[in-house]
């Protein structure tokens, strides 16, 4: 699941990130069962599948575009037999439509609040001098720079939670 997670998050992001002119250029790739797949489609399903993937070539096209047919011919097969009508699938459907909501807010709050070099830099000295104080190493700083980028997102994220839970009203039944 951790995976699926990571892939939803990078996808919203770039997804959030993506040029505008792109909308201009979505052609039709495919046409399953008389629905269109367009090129978006196919280059979500891509980023979800294998984000290094180079659409750019014909062969990973061509593969990753039956590789979203097979897919689609699956989702299908599977509505017309009312899966999608199955309890369990029901709330599995209903807990990924709030992961990646989620997940769509905390891309946003990365794109509108990016970890500064400066803010990096800062918490590395701060660590080392800790470090150093204690006979201990630090590793060098291109080493490191990636944890503490993600720590210093991961306190960004904390902070706002905290801000929502402060304004919500929780109760917990006893």
């Known amino acids: 699941m951790t995976k699926f997670k990571s892939s939803v998050s990078a996808l919203i992001f770039s997804a959030?990130?993506?040029?505008?002119?792109?909308?201009?250029?979505?052609?039709?790739?495919?046409?399953?069962?008389?629905?269109?797949?367009?090129?978006?489609?196919?280059?979500?399903?891509?980023?979800?599948?294998?984000?290094?993937?180079?659409?750019?070539?014909?062969?990973?096209?061509?593969?990753?575009?039956?590789?979203?047919?097979?897919?689609?011919?699956?989702?299908?097969?599977?509505?017309?037999?009312?899966?999608?009508?199955?309890?369990?699938?029901?709330?599995?459907?209903?807990?990924?439509?709030?992961?990646?909501?989620?997940?769509?807010?905390i891309a946003k709050i990365i794109k509108e609040n990016p970890v500064s070099e400066e803010q990096i830099r800062s918490l590395y000295d701060q660590k080392a001098a800790e470090q150093k104080a204690s006979n201990q190493e630090m590793p060098p700083f291109e080493q490191i720079k990636p944890q503490i980028a993600k720590m210093l997102f991961e306190q960004s994220v904390a902070k706002y939670i905290q801000t929502l839970q402060k304004k919500a009203k929780i109760e917990r039944p006893k």
């Open 16 to 105: 959030l990130t993506l040029p505008s002119a792109f909308a201009e250029e979505d052609t039709t790739v495919a046409i399953i069962n008389g629905d269109p797949v367009m090129t978006s489609e196919l280059i979500t399903y891509a980023k979800v599948k294998n984000a290094r993937a180079d659409l750019s070539n014909d062969e990973i096209r061509k593969k990753m575009i039956q590789a979203y047919v097979g897919r689609e011919l699956l989702f299908q097969e599977a509505v017309e037999q009312k899966i999608d009508q199955l309890p369990v699938v029901k709330l599995a459907l209903e807990n990924q439509r709030h992961e990646i909501i989620s997940q769509a807010l």
